[in-house]
Nanobody, 123 residues
Framework: QVQLVESGGGLVQAGGSLRLSCAASGRTSSIQALGWFRQAPGKEREFVAT????????NYADSVKGRFTISRDNAKNTVDLRMNSLKPEDTGIYYCAADLLGLGVTSGRYSYWGQGTQVTVSS
């Protein structure tokens, strides 16, 4: 089993920045990648970014490229998502998830999920 705990959400004005963090525990040796997804009210959960457990490879949704940065802290078993130039459409619940196979970009690839953290961007 893998446990994931997100932190760092909040309310920010458009153009501002936030940093989300995801702490992984349990059978972390089985993790191949950690990803972030988000879900806005009334919408489906969508892929945001993912990084390999080694931290060497990453992938981003087109909507966040150039604004968001995902990074891995090997010593702390955490993954950060730095979000800059935030837009109202970035609002949603952000979930951290563990992929046991690789750098998946669909939610079905991820086996473990955190509880989520709310991000609200006001216009």
């Amino acid at each position: 089993q893998v446990q994931l705990v997100e932190s760092g959400g909040g309310l920010v004005q458009a153009g501002g920045s936030l940093r989300l963090s995801c702490a992984a525990s349990g059978r972390t040796s089985s993790i191949q990648a950690l990803g972030w997804f988000r879900q806005a009210p009334g919408k489906e959960r969508e892929f945001v970014a993912t990084v390999s457990w080694s931290g060497w490879r990453s992938n981003y949704a087109d909507s966040v490229k150039g604004r968001f940065t995902i990074s891995r802290d090997n010593a702390k078993n955490t993954v950060d998502l730095r979000m800059n130039s935030l837009k109202p459409e970035d609002t949603g619940i952000y979930y951290c998830a563990a992929d046991l196979l690789g750098l998946g970009v669909t939610s079905g690839r991820y086996s473990y999920w955190g509880q989520g953290t709310q991000v609200t961007v006001s216009s």
